[in-house]
């Protein structure tokens, strides 16, 4: 008899919740989704160096909570992670990535590659789940051949510098030879992996030879040479598949040098003016073995585009030489200078200074172009 009962309680219950439900004006909770991602794993190039990944959480509010580019993690603060879940646009750079948020979509900017490969993660977490986004970056690789101008180098006893081209910048100083001497310049960690020093901050003395690297130019800057043998030196660049060796030596002083800065290599004349419209005046420099020590133009020294050696062969061989600082172009014709002047428009005067030597003497000429 209480079998018979029960049957009809429970039709009953079923119709009173049925009944209910259909009251809500068709309203149903949230849906907790927690965080669906269009891509999960980025690898960026130098031919994509944006990325965007969709985030999809539901009506789950979501946000980033910490980002990590290589060994260095950043945690965002509270203001930063609820100021992003209420929708608010997010951007921050870490390092070598920007990370920036706006309308559920993350926006990644990573700088072009360098000589170190790069990895990255950024975490993100609602209140139904967590995601985590990884990636990578290459380093930087060059196969083509590196070509060092000059690749011999021959310094001057006195305190020297000499300028090797290279026209590519993927390239670091892998190694260097003072006297024999191998110095290897790697780094070495527990692991045992190899690091390459950014040969854009690389500036470092080894004995009597600074090394720099100035864009794709290696300079090489000599100590003066007091010893009574020549000095001899390598220098190793590498691009990691890549090698090209320059090779050095520093002359010793001659016998019978005298220092002697008052000038005694004749100029006639010593002095040139020009005037504000320009023009070319010729200056005879009678002794047949120098060459420019310096050439300064309104007080400034100027890169001769010569190393010690091809100085003495242009200057006391060849006799072949022109070129242009500025607004003063200095020309050989045979043991005469040619000096060019342009223009002075500027309305100051203007000056230059020609340093010529030939180790036992010296001779110093001046100029002055006169203003409009």
């Given at each position: ?18 009944a209910?439900?259909d ?14 991602l ?24 979501w ?9 260095n ?7 930063e992670?609820?100021a ?13 990535l ?17 000589f ?11 209140a ?18 590196i070509?060092?101008?000059p ?25 260097v ?48 040479n007091e ?15 890549q ?40 200056v005879?420099a ?18 001769l ?31 005469d ?9 500027t309305?100051?005067e203007?000056?230059?200074e020609i ?18």
């Amino acid at each position: 008899m209480r079998q018979k009962t029960l049957f009809p309680s429970l039709v009953a219950l079923l119709c009173l919740v049925t009944a209910c439900s259909d009251t809500d004006d068709g309203a149903s909770a949230p849906e907790a989704t927690g965080i669906k991602l269009s891509v999960e794993t980025i690898t960026f190039s130098d031919d994509a160096l944006s990325q965007s990944i969709a985030v999809n959480s539901g009506t789950d509010p979501w946000c980033i909570t910490a980002v990590a580019t290589d060994d260095n993690k950043t945690l965002l603060s509270e203001a930063e992670q609820e100021a992003m879940r209420g929708g608010e646009p997010f951007e921050r750079t870490f390092q070598w990535l920007t990370v920036a948020v706006e309308d559920n979509t993350i926006r990644l900017d990573a700088d072009e590659s360098g000589f170190s490969a790069h990895t990255f993660s950024i975490e993100l977490s609602s209140a139904n789940g967590a995601a985590r986004i990884n990636g990578s970056q290459a380093a930087k690789t060059d196969d083509s051949p590196i070509v060092a101008n000059p690749a011999r180098v021959e310094l001057y006893f006195k305190p020297d510098t000499a300028t090797v081209e290279t026209g590519k910048d993927t390239w670091w100083v892998a190694a260097v030879t003072i006297e024999g001497l191998d110095i290897q310049l790697y780094d070495s960690i527990a692991g045992g992996e190899i690091l390459r020093p950014q040969s854009r901050d690389f500036n470092r003395t080894f004995d009597w030879l600074t090394v720099r690297v100035d864009g794709t130019r290696l300079v090489l800057i000599a100590q003066e040479n007091e010893d009574i043998a020549p000095r001899h030196f390598s220098v190793v660049l590498s691009t990691g598949s890549q090698e090209c060796e320059i090779t050095g030596t520093q002359d010793v002083m001659p016998s019978g040098y005298v220092e002697n800065n008052d000038g005694n290599i004749e100029a006639t004349p010593d002095y040139v003016e020009f005037p504000p419209e320009g023009g070319t005046l010729r200056v005879e420099a009678a002794q047949s073995g120098w060459w420019f020590q310096d050439i300064l133009v309104d007080g400034e020294y100027q890169d001769l585009g010569l190393t010690q050696q091809s100085a003495k062969d242009q200057l006391t061989k060849y006799r072949q030489y022109k070129r242009t600082f500025d607004w003063l172009t200095v020309e050989l014709d045979s043991f005469d200078l040619l000096l060019t002047a342009q223009p002075n428009t500027t309305g100051s005067e203007r000056t230059f200074e020609i340093l010529l030597d030939n180790y036992f003497e010296k001779g110093r000429i001046t100029g002055l172009q006169l203003a409009q």
